[in-house]
């Protein structure tokens, strides 16, 4: 599976978008992007994933570049609750493989008051 | 609630102990896995069943602990002769396999243990 490397920390205002990038230079064409969210002392949280095109639900958007080598996570309204450990994993996709799933350190998204 | 559930949340031992952890997956979901995450890090990979078979195993899964998931349904993790390394937290994930959105792996609030 490929690498991905996201910024250790990063703080949003309460209100305003939080917009967390993650490089995944490497990433091969049957691979997805999927992003989770550890709040502090819970288990990892399902946010989002996609493989090519942009993506939203009900807790965020996914923009991934056109060359795939990048993507944004981006949460629009950003609040105190939202404060967590973001983790942007590429693995891929189809039945045959186990799909486990390897966490690197993630970012420490700080909202602010 | 039908989210994925583990037993017990926080576990004290003493070394060399053994200790015993379970996971109850989300129900009708064939594919479940086991991560440990230590202070500050990310989770790891442990192993991996699809309905009772343990199809992978991770080389951080020594000869002392052993993972089962006897009827396809919850799996328990067993720590056996436990070591103040093996302090972190368990946690446990299922997805329903399949299409890309059945892949999806949902957590559990995982298991604390803590060995003295």
């Known amino acids: 599976d490929a690498k991905t490397t996201q910024p250790t920390s990063m703080d949003c205002a309460e209100g305003r978008a939080a917009n967390l990038p993650c490089n995944h230079s490497t990433i091969s064409g049957n691979e997805y992007v999927y992003w989770y969210r550890q709040i502090h002392s819970q288990g990892p949280q399902y946010i989002i994933h996609?493989?090519?095109n942009n993506e939203t639900n009900e807790m965020a958007s996914l923009i991934i570049t056109e060359d795939r080598k990048s993507s944004t996570l981006i949460l629009p309204h950003a609040t105190l609750r939202d404060t967590a450990v973001y983790y942007c994993?590429?693995?891929?996709?189809?039945?045959?493989?186990?799909?486990?799933?390897?966490f690197g350190q993630g970012t420490t998204l700080q909202v602010k008051p | 609630d039908t989210g994925v559930s583990q037993n017990p949340r926080h576990k004290i031992t003493k070394r060399g102990q053994n200790v015993t952890f379970r996971c109850d997956p989300i129900?009708?979901?064939?594919?479940l896995y086991w991560y440990r995450q230590t202070l500050g890090q990310g989770p790891e990979f442990l192993t991996y069943f699809q309905n009772e078979a343990q199809l992978e195993k991770s080389r951080l899964l020594s000869d002392r602990f052993s993972a089962e998931r006897p009827k396809g349904s919850f799996s328990t993790l067993e720590i056996q002769r436990t070591e103040q390394g093996d302090s972190a937290m368990y946690l446990c994930a299922s997805s329903l396999g399949g299409t890309q959105y059945q892949e999806t792996q949902y957590f559990g609030p995982g298991t604390r243990l803590l060995v003295l």
């Open positions: 994993i590429v693995r891929v996709g189809g039945s045959s493989n186990t799909g486990k799933l390897i």
């Open positions: 129900s009708e979901h064939n594919r």
């Open positions: 996609g493989l090519k």
